[in-house]
């Protein structure tokens, strides 16, 4: 054979594919393990950042649309990029180093967003962000188009080839999604979930570079180097959480000013104050406007049948079982981390007559008894959002089945600006109960709404208010309803929540 014979026999990256079976650089199940693995790991790096911003951006539709968006973007771009390359360059060099890049970036992940939300007042944290979800979501999602490209040995096989390795990656991505939401983040640390994920694909590159033996060892041993040094910045940088709970970053800060006093956080926001010591002291206002809200419609000491949505510190709970002995109550909370720290941090008392129910507020509602409760405490948030389901004529609605005739529903809301969305709950339960009122302090921030069947004494609500030091006042009647408007009702089909809401002052509630 003549040299220029044997150039030509020689394999190019630009070849159409070859009807030689012997062409192919991976096996079957290797190349389903690459797409399998890489498409699982975006779909961890999504769902994972969607808790890394909580802190800071809150738990909002804007936020998981901002990192859905941005997934997408990477696997579209790391696809169509990943396919271009292929066609240009040898699928063996590159996947090893694809993957160990993304180990590096994925492990210092936590690092960066929390690095970057400290500094310049959080001014570089979405762009810190959007770079740990591209980076990794970009390079993983080309691997398939890589391994395809090495896949395709024969034209004859094209359709069988792509469709089974689309099939694949769908079910990684599945995979990802399910391990992530329903085991790691309930018993794995966040941090260690990226850093974990970090470290499997640093492996996964090794073991590729290996297996293929196309790609020279400093690429891998690069990556390998910023993975380690991300990974252990990552594990030194601290999370400001006691716990990661299934839903919340959240920790227990003492009050230096007050023996037994502490507030619990979740999410950097001010959640509840909780008085070990003393369970009828009550710090937050609007806690106390509900606590008067409660005394405007039933005698002081008479013990009462209280239903609260979301649990926080379950300070309300605590203070009624010691001013109203023979209380009986009940509380539904979805995140049993924070249950769990009631009980272990904030000393919830063993013998409080409390059934606590770990479950969806919403659903817990149908479980409950009809015509039995005298109060319902409306008190469940995600960041400074009421959970949108929760606000709507339907909950509204299965709250007045439990209550007893002269039951009362007493419901905190956070808003600022023109508050849009307080008009629109306000408006929700007009439309539900035929007596509403509204205690606020003129203008935004915690604002506490009432409803009942029967007609709600304002001035007894007001002096109770005023006896435990606030300045709130209180409308009802024509006042109320020009206050509200034209706002829209809230229903099941219709609850813009976060759209309504005015984003919070940032030094607001946060520690």
């Excluded at 020689?10 to 009807?19: F, G, L, R, Y």
């Excluded at 252990?232 to 023996?259: F, I, K, L």
């Excluded at 049993?336 to 063993?350: C, F, K, N």
Aim: glycine share 10%; hydrophobic share 50%; with cysteine.
């Amino acid at each position: 054979m003549t040299q220029p014979e044997a150039a030509a026999a020689e394999p190019s990256a630009t070849s159409e594919p070859s009807d030689d079976p012997a062409a192919t650089s991976l096996s079957d199940w290797v190349a389903a393990a690459l797409v399998f693995g890489s498409n699982a790991a975006v779909l961890v790096v999504e769902i994972v950042a969607l808790r890394l911003l909580a802190p800071y951006l809150g738990l909002t539709l804007e936020t998981s649309t901002l990192v859905i968006g941005i997934a997408l973007a990477a696997i579209a771009l790391g696809s169509w990029v990943g396919g271009l390359w292929a066609d240009r360059v040898d699928p063996r060099l590159v996947l090893a180093p694809l993957l160990a890049i993304s180990a590096g970036v994925v492990a210092a992940t936590p690092f960066l967003v929390r690095g970057a939300a400290n500094v310049a007042d959080g001014a570089f944290l979405l762009m810190a962000a959007a770079a740990a979800i591209m980076i990794p979501g970009a390079l993983l999602s080309a691997v398939t188009p890589m391994v395809t490209k090495l896949m395709l040995t024969t034209l004859h096989r094209t359709g069988t080839v792509v469709g089974r390795l689309s099939g694949i990656g769908t079910v990684g991505a599945i995979a990802g999604t399910v391990v992530t939401g329903f085991i790691l983040i309930s018993r794995v640390p966040i941090t260690w979930i990226m850093v974990g994920l970090g470290v499997a694909l640093l492996l996964a590159a090794v073991a590729t570079a290996v297996w293929i033996g196309s790609t020279g060892p400093r690429h891998v041993a690069t990556g390998a180097a910023a993975a380690l040094v991300l990974g252990a910045a990552t594990v030194v940088t601290p999370s400001g959480c006691d716990t990661e709970t299934v839903y919340h970053c959240a920790s227990v800060v003492a009050d230096p000013a007050r023996e037994g006093g502490a507030t619990l956080v979740l999410d950097g926001l001010r959640h509840s104050y909780v008085d070990t010591s003393d369970p009828t002291y009550l710090e937050f206002g609007y806690i106390r406007a509900i606590a008067a809200g409660i005394d405007s419609r039933h005698a002081p000491g008479e013990p009462l049948r209280v239903h609260s949505l979301g649990a926080g510190g379950l300070t309300l709970p605590r203070y009624l079982d010691e001013v109203r002995p023979g209380t009986v109550g009940s509380v539904s909370e979805v995140d049993p981390g924070v249950i769990r720290l009631d009980r272990e941090e904030l000393a919830l008392p063993e013998d409080i007559a409390l059934d606590v129910r770990l479950e969806d507020a919403r659903l817990g509602l149908a479980e409950l008894p009809a015509g039995e409760t005298d109060v319902v405490i409306g008190d469940a948030f995600g960041g400074v959002s009421v959970p949108w389901h929760l606000t709507t004529r339907e909950t509204v609605t299965a709250i007045d089945r439990l209550m007893t005739d002269d039951g009362i529903y007493l419901a905190n809301i956070i808003d600022y600006g023109p508050l849009a969305f307080a008009r629109a709950q306000l408006a929700t339960l007009r439309d539900a109960y035929p007596h509403v009122a509204l205690a606020w302090q003129g203008g935004g921030g915690n604002l506490v709404a009432a409803a009942s069947r029967t007609p709600i004494d304002v001035a007894a609500w007001e002096d109770g208010m005023g006896a435990r030091g606030l300045t709130w006042t209180v409308l009802s009647g024509a006042e109320l309803d020009e206050w509200i408007g034209d706002a829209d009702v809230l229903t099941d089909d219709y609850a813009p929540v976060d759209q309504l809401l005015t984003p919070y002052p940032p030094t607001v509630g946060r520690v």
